[in-house]
């Protein structure tokens, strides 16, 4: 993403969370960054492409809260969570007013298909986050139970974040992610307890992720596996292969290294044959991959 097209996306997320998107004008956007109005239209075709761009990048700026930071790698995985709930939790309270909007303002048209592929995507990355966590501090004997924990943490999360966002109430996210692992303590020593069935499929989102953001990248794999040697040569098409497959077991992960997807992405552009470059792109962009 261009320094520019990044500091449009900002400046809109600053105004829609102070107005809303329908009180907020394009030319109060243009006017919190001093450029011609003419000049967003380079970017973006109007303010509702702008939104979905705005609510992209929040997703992701809180998608990047949740990644291991360098100076926490030593820590166990316990503490890894707690301290990735706090920051999760911490996101949400610097950014009420934005989901406040999101939240008075459902009519907002950006694209059911989208809003939807979206909200899917966010679902599924913050369930298998969690399961992830789960069964890294209780161990295998308790994967059978990992999608259970992590609906039923989530539930216990998400109210609490309601009723701050309602209520306009403001806790300490040290407290809330303390607060949150002793519970779900009590929920993992229940089901193992109980020895009852899972009631979820362990399963199933994570082959959701691995078929969904696998599937884009699918088409391009396949045409890189029938082009013969006279097409591309023997290293170079394996090269390809070996960095498509890489880059797809990436972005199937709860929380992708985007640095490293985009980089492998990048590499992808450079090696790939100038006839299979639109083929490639159209799966990058719809990866959020192309600048």
Not at 43 to 64: D, N, P, Q, S, T
Not at 78 to 105: A, G, I, K
Not at 260 to 279: E, F, N, Q, V
């Given at each position: 993403?261009?320094?520019?097209?990044?500091?449009?996306?900002?400046?809109?997320?600053?105004?829609?969370?102070?107005?809303?998107?329908?009180?907020?004008?394009?030319?109060?956007?243009?006017?919190?960054?001093?450029?011609?109005?003419?000049?967003?239209?380079?970017?973006?075709?109007?303010?509702?492409?702008?939104?979905?761009?705005?609510?992209?990048?929040?997703?992701?700026?809180?998608?990047?809260?949740?990644?291991?930071l360098?100076?926490?790698?030593?820590?166990?995985?316990?503490?890894?969570?707690?301290?990735?709930?706090?920051?999760?939790?911490?996101?949400?309270?610097?950014n009420?007013?934005?989901?406040?909007?999101?939240?008075?303002?459902?009519?907002?048209?950006?694209?059911?298909?989208?809003?939807?592929?979206?909200?899917?995507?966010?679902r599924?990355?913050?369930?298998?986050?969690?399961?992830?966590?789960?069964?890294?501090?209780?161990?295998?004997?308790?994967?059978?139970?990992?999608?259970?924990?992590?609906?039923?943490?989530?539930?216990?999360?998400?109210?609490?974040?309601?009723?701050?966002?309602?209520?306009?109430?403001?806790?300490?996210?040290?407290?809330?992610?303390?607060?949150?692992?002793?519970?779900?303590?009590?929920?993992?020593?229940?089901?193992?307890?109980?020895?009852?069935?899972?009631?979820?499929?362990?399963?199933?989102?994570?082959?959701?992720?691995?078929?969904?953001?696998?599937?884009?990248?699918?088409?391009?794999?396949?045409?890189?596996?029938?082009?013969?040697?006279?097409?591309?040569?023997?290293?170079?098409?394996?090269?390809?292969?070996?960095?498509?497959?890489?880059?797809?077991?990436?972005?199937?992960?709860?929380?992708?290294?985007?640095?490293?997807?985009?980089?492998?992405?990048?590499?992808?552009?450079?090696?790939?044959?100038p006839?299979?470059?639109?083929?490639?792109e159209?799966?990058g962009?719809?990866?959020?991959?192309?600048?």
């Amino acid at each position: 993403m261009s320094a520019r097209k990044h500091q449009i996306i900002e400046a809109a997320m600053r105004c829609f969370a102070r107005k809303g998107f329908h009180a907020t004008s394009i030319q109060e956007i243009v006017d919190e960054l001093g450029m011609a109005k003419g000049s967003i239209y380079f970017y973006f075709k109007g303010k509702e492409e702008l939104l979905l761009a705005v609510i992209w990048h929040f997703v992701e700026r809180m998608m990047a809260e949740l990644a291991v930071l360098p100076d926490e790698r030593q820590l166990g995985p316990r503490e890894q969570f707690r301290l990735q709930l706090v920051r999760h939790f911490d996101y949400f309270q610097n950014n009420w007013e934005f989901l406040m909007m999101l939240m008075q303002e459902p009519q907002v048209n950006i694209g059911q298909e989208q809003k939807s592929k979206l909200l899917h995507e966010l679902r599924n990355r913050l369930l298998m986050w969690k399961r992830q966590y789960i069964v890294a501090i209780y161990g295998e004997a308790v994967a059978a139970y990992g999608q259970d924990g992590a609906h039923l943490l989530s539930g216990m999360l998400n109210e609490v974040m309601h009723t701050c966002l309602l209520d306009k109430r403001k806790m300490k996210g040290e407290r809330v992610g303390d607060y949150l692992l002793e519970r779900l303590d009590d929920v993992m020593a229940g089901f193992v307890g109980r020895g009852s069935a899972p009631l979820m499929d362990d399963e199933e989102t994570k082959r959701g992720l691995d078929g969904e953001y696998g599937a884009a990248l699918l088409e391009f794999v396949r045409t890189v596996e029938q082009s013969g040697p006279e097409e591309l040569e023997p290293e170079r098409r394996s090269d390809l292969l070996e960095a498509a497959g890489r880059l797809i077991e990436e972005i199937g992960q709860p929380i992708p290294d985007r640095i490293l997807a985009r980089s492998l992405y990048a590499y992808l552009k450079a090696l790939c044959l100038p006839a299979w470059r639109a083929r490639l792109e159209a799966a990058g962009a719809m990866l959020k991959l192309e600048p």
